[in-house]
């Protein structure tokens, strides 16, 4: 193992102790004006401010290509006195996030094909894991935030949904131990999400608080066990999430509360690695505590790293107060430096190390980059294996003579996504068997159905669960609409892209005689793969993905 040459937590001096215990987001886009969420990511002035100066522990990435964050990457190394750990939520392959690399369909396709064949099931989690984990530590990452473990019984959870990977805690706990598996074939860290279990909430933490009621027994047999096989699989962190569980504490959230973070996860379940919390930004925490309050309460419940504060040095220097008052100890500072400490040596492969240095972070590799890591032929073909062995599809879709037809394809939030372009599979291969498309963004859109001439009518809808605005599943415009068509008799077929619940949705009210089909995954890699099988003897060549935006 590569030895970083760090020093003893308790020769740092107490800022320098609590500065690590932090995560700031910023994007990987390399200038400013090109971040999409400004009031979540700071710019480059204060990133430089937050690593060069206040010495913070890591740094989570959103957006970019991977050309641009294998740069940033490299720069915040070279900026940071100790090494960084770098981390991105990355739960469908590192092309979830960030551009040119491989994206796989959302977890819940592996349990999918886990309830017809789990051993299959199994093979590909593991080979998604060691994918992602191979891409992240090409472009600069080291921290792989995933996999999800909650487990998705709530038809109506709106910010786990897709992302678990299923609706039974033995399928969700195989197939997180598979991914574990795969991805420490590299020297990155893993992460289960969300501790206690964020699966059975109909409530947005990021918007409010949710309450799960259920008492201790339900509890142990349902939303622990995945936990528990990624402790035993080895995986470096957990996650907590910002809901309240009255059967463990009847007063704080689990992400405050020493029950749920030092008794249960600590003590109980054994777990001796990174207690992450959820961002501390989101509405659940930052609307009822506060930055600071909740920043100590936080460290005292057990937590190690502290992610994504509103204000990083008021933070530092609320901990740093509750130390010098005696609220927080210095052996309890120390202690979550150290496991950030041995967190950083475990992933310290990445680094290289000159014979005259012990510094191993002064050295960092050129290029930035590893270009022949990243979207190779396998890891692709990997990804659409999985979708195709995860879609339904049930019939054909019979060609339009004359070009009379419509293709409407209704997405929430059109300009958010990076997978409905003008050349996307969805928009361009209907239209080549009559099928001229329509686009309507549910939620921008006031086009009621009636609007548009009657014509023979395929609907696709893109719909799964949608943080930030409380949605689990189909909007009212896409249930008025698909139900309008369905009455004029004019439906020609049905796809949804996402959501197995959208479509579950539909099936009761769609006449026997539509064909219809499924696929978890939206990118347009899945569209082509769906479209192949649901169109009329269409052969279609996936497209190279682009290296940038």
Known sequence: MVNLGLPA???????????????????????????????????????????????????????????????????????????????ADIEEGVGQRFSGATQFPPPMALGAIARQDLALACCYAERMGAATAQEAIAIGLNWVLAPVVDVNNNVDNPVINVRAFGETPTIVSQLAQAFIRGAQQFPVLTTAKHFPGHGDTAV?????????????????????????????????????????????DAEQPATLSPAILTTLLRQNLGFHGLIVTDALMMGAIARHYGPYEAAVLALEAGADVLLMPTDLEGSIQAVCEAVRTGRLSPQRIQASVERIFRAKQKVAARLTILPESCHAWEHMPPPPVQLGAIAQPQTRQLAEEITRASMQAHGRLSPCVGGAGQAIVMVDEVVQTGWLSPQAPAITLPAQHGYAPRLIDTAACSLRPGSLAIAPTLLQIFSRGNPFRGMAGLSDLCLSWFRFLRDADCLAGVLVYGSPYTLDLLLPELPSGVPYGFSYGQMPEAQAVLLSTFLPEMDIAIAPMPFTD
Not at 25 to 42: A, K, M
Not at 43 to 50: F, I, V, Y
Not at 55 to 69: C, Q
Not at 217 to 230: C, K
Request: proline letters at 6%; glycine letters at 8%; zero cysteines.
């Open 204 to 248: 947005d933490s990021h918007l409010q608080l949710p309450v799960i009621a259920h008492d201790r027994d339900r509890l142990a047999r349902v939303e622990l066990p995945p936990f528990r096989a990624a402790i035993a699989a080895g995986v470096d962190s957990v996650m907590t999430a910002h809901l309240q569980v009255p059967a463990w």
């Open 9 to 87: 937590s308790d020769q740092l001096p107490l800022e320098d102790q609590v500065a690590q215990l932090f995560v700031v987001r910023t994007s990987g886009h390399l200038f400013d004006h090109q971040r999409r969420y400004p009031q979540w990511e700071v710019g480059q002035a204060d990133l430089q401010r937050a690593v060069e100066t206040w010495g913070v522990g890591g740094v989570i990435l959103l957006g970019g290509s991977v050309a641009e964050v294998g740069l940033k990457t490299q720069q915040m190394q070279t900026w940071a006195e100790l090494p960084l750990l770098i981390a």
